[in-house]
């Protein structure tokens, strides 16, 4: 089973940006993505990219704020958040499926999750 290992998380403020990483240690033809989950409430899908990295997916709460990309030669995914607001506070976890990208806006059993990243962002 793939292990997946999150980093980048931290404490900024509101409008600013972070950028976590995930490093996989292996790619296969995994679709990647991150998911985040708050205090209280459930876990919930954020955006996922496929293997080529032609197709994307994203939550309406994030789209045109977060980026995800990916490095196969790194076995690496990225999700960049711009213009982060204090709703986007929560653990992100990184997650591998071999489904299709668009079965992560509703599906939560995935083939392989991480251990979380925390962010938190202030007023």
């Known amino acids: 089973q793939v292990q997946l290992v999150e980093s980048g998380g931290g404490f900024v403020q509101a409008g600013g940006s972070l950028r976590l990483s995930c490093a996989a240690s292996a790619f296969g033809f995994y679709v990647m993505g991150w998911f985040r989950q708050a205090p209280g409430k459930e876990r919930e899908f954020v955006a996922a990219?496929?293997?080529?990295?032609?197709?994307?997916y994203y939550a309406d709460s994030v789209k045109g704020r977060f980026t995800i990309s990916r490095d196969n030669a790194k076995k690496t995914v990225y999700l960049q958040m711009n213009d982060l607001k204090v709703e986007d506070t929560a653990a992100y976890y990184c997650?591998?499926?071999?489904?299709?990208?668009?079965?992560?806006?509703?599906?939560?059993?995935?083939?392989?999750w991480g251990q979380g990243t925390l962010v938190t962002v202030s007023s």
């Open positions: 990219i496929s293997w080529s990295g032609g197709s994307t």
């Open positions: 997650a591998a499926d071999h489904r299709s990208g668009s079965i992560w806006y509703y599906q939560r059993v995935m083939d392989a």
